[in-house]
């Protein structure tokens, strides 16, 4: 069966500084992993998917993730963060044997302080 | 114009009471879900349609009853509802199955007093 693992609940981090949202994952068939934002009071958006090709995949607002299949990680960068991107992050994964059904990882608040 | 939309924004109500959330989308997709959001943001998967047939059923007590009378439709039937059953509720949907994108709709904040 599918997991996700979120490893950290909350990330302080001041503006324009780098930022890391860690998420590994589960699963005994190929896998297509997924990061959603969910800006307050709003629904989730896709950031970025990866399916398959290039590890690394760029996705909207200068977020990049890069796929990692010994390791199981599926981890969401940013050189430089603006207070903007105070959010919720969510890590996602669905695979063939789950058919239509994701499963989201517990998500990571990230904190953008000036 | 609002890909997928949800009404109410906003449901406070007493225990015992039944109530209903619609959501619509105008993507022309062809799966909807509907997810629950508890008060630490933990997301879980209720359950889905695909072209109106109910493809994803979670353990979800049988107080919670779907239906989607077409594609672009898919509502919320609660009924005797309790205190548990206070969350947020997101509509979402895709072309298709575990590859697409999900687009989520604004959400509806349910209160069980």
């Known amino acids: 069966a599918q997991s996700v693992t979120q490893l950290d609940s909350q990330v302080p981090v001041f503006e324009e500084a780098p930022v890391e949202l860690r998420c590994n994952y589960s699963s005994s068939v190929s896998v297509y992993l997924f990061w959603y934002v969910q800006y307050p009071n709003q629904g989730l958006q896709l950031l970025l998917k990866y399916l398959s090709g290039s590890t690394l995949v760029k996705g909207i607002n200068g977020f990049e993730a890069e796929f990692n299949k010994s390791q199981t990680s599926f981890h969401l960068r940013k050189p430089s963060v603006h207070i903007s991107d105070t959010a919720e992050y969510f890590c996602?994964?669905?695979?063939?044997?789950?058919?239509?059904?994701?499963?989201f990882g517990a998500g990571t608040r990230l904190f953008v302080k000036a | 114009d609002t890909a997928v939309s949800q009404t109410p924004k906003y449901l406070v109500t007493q225990m015992g009471n039944d109530k209903s959330i619609k959501c619509e989308q105008n993507l022309g997709h062809d799966t909807m879900y509907w997810y629950k959001q508890d008060s630490k943001k933990f997301l879980k998967i209720m359950f889905s349609?695909?072209?109106?047939?109910?493809?994803i059923n979670e353990t979800v007590p049988n107080r919670f009853s779907p239906k989607s009378p077409d594609k672009a439709h898919l509502n919320l039937h609660i009924n005797s509802l309790e205190l548990g059953d206070s969350a947020v509720y997101f509509c979402a949907s895709s072309q298709g199955d575990y590859q697409e994108t999900q687009y989520f709709g604004p959400g509806t904040r349910l209160l069980v007093l």
């Open positions: 996602a994964v669905s695979d063939l044997g789950g058919g239509f059904k994701t499963i």
């Open positions: 349609y695909n072209n109106k047939e109910l493809i």
